[in-house]
């Protein structure tokens, strides 16, 4: 399992030809409480860099970016109910969306932890 991350603060969790998406911890803490979030309907096609989801925080609504190109295969319905899970577990309950990926070749275009880091210094 490899993640990487994106400029935008998504990172993608990638485990075989899936890749799980979501924010950094760093993007929900820059975002504040999370209100409300709008998850893509499973079987759209998206391009990377391509709006898959948007969050809304206390302080404003922000994009979400598929890090990849591929199809939306599941999204985390608990979000519906309880978006607060982005800011409390990011990484792991707070998930938003699985993809298929298209083309795995995308995955090296992106971060590795060592360069995310450097950018949210």
């Known amino acids: 399992m490899t993640t990487k991350f994106t400029?935008?603060?998504?990172?993608?969790?990638?485990?075989?030809s899936t890749g799980i998406v979501g924010i950094t911890p760093y993007a929900q803490e820059q975002l504040g409480d999370i209100v409300f979030v709008e998850l893509p309907a499973v079987g759209k096609a998206l391009k990377k860099g391509e709006e898959a989801a948007v969050v809304e925080s206390v302080k404003a609504a922000s994009e979400i970016y598929a890090p990849v190109t591929g199809t939306i295969v599941e999204v985390n319905g608990m979000l519906t109910n309880e978006p607060g899970l982005v800011n409390t577990d990011p990484e792991n309950a707070g998930w938003m969306f699985k993809i298929e990926i298209a083309d795995t070749s995308e995955i090296d275009t992106l971060l590795d932890a060592d360069g995310y880091a450097e950018l949210t210094l």
């Open 7 to 16: 400029p935008d603060h998504e990172y993608i969790r990638v485990e075989g």
